[in-house]
């Protein structure tokens, strides 16, 4: 079992930042990936970013590229999202989620994180 647990959420104007944080523990050796997700009111939960748990590629999707930088700390078992130039689109509970080693889908997910960003 691993244990997710997000935070760094909170209320920002249009154009600031945010990081959240993602702390893994548990069989953290099992991860092969971590992703952030977010979901916004009456909207089905969306892909945000993700990273290699041991190379670091990483991927975003297409609404957050050159805004959001998604980075890790292994020592620390710890997951980051940077979040820049925010929008009000943005407004969403963020979730992370852990992947295991050979399989497709994020097995692990923490409580979320909201991220409300004014206009």
């Known amino acids: 079992q691993v244990q997710l647990v997000e935070s760094g959420g909170g209320l920002v104007q249009a154009g600031g930042s945010l990081r959240l944080s993602c702390a893994a523990s548990?069989?953290?050796?099992?991860?092969?990936?971590m992703g952030w997700f977010r979901q916004a009111p009456g909207k089905e939960r969306e892909f945000v970013a993700s990273i290699d748990w041991s190379v670091g590629t990483t991927s975003y999707a297409d609404s957050v590229k050159g805004r959001f930088t998604i980075t890790r700390d292994n020592a620390k078992n710890t997951v980051y999202l940077q979040l820049n130039s925010l929008k009000p689109e943005d407004t969403a509970v963020y979730y992370c989620?852990?992947?295991?080693?050979?399989?497709?889908?994020?097995?692990?997910w923490g409580q979320g994180t909201q991220v409300t960003v004014s206009s």
């Open positions: 989620a852990a992947r295991h080693i050979a399989t497709i889908n994020y097995s692990y």
């Open positions: 548990g069989r953290t050796s099992s991860i092969d990936r």
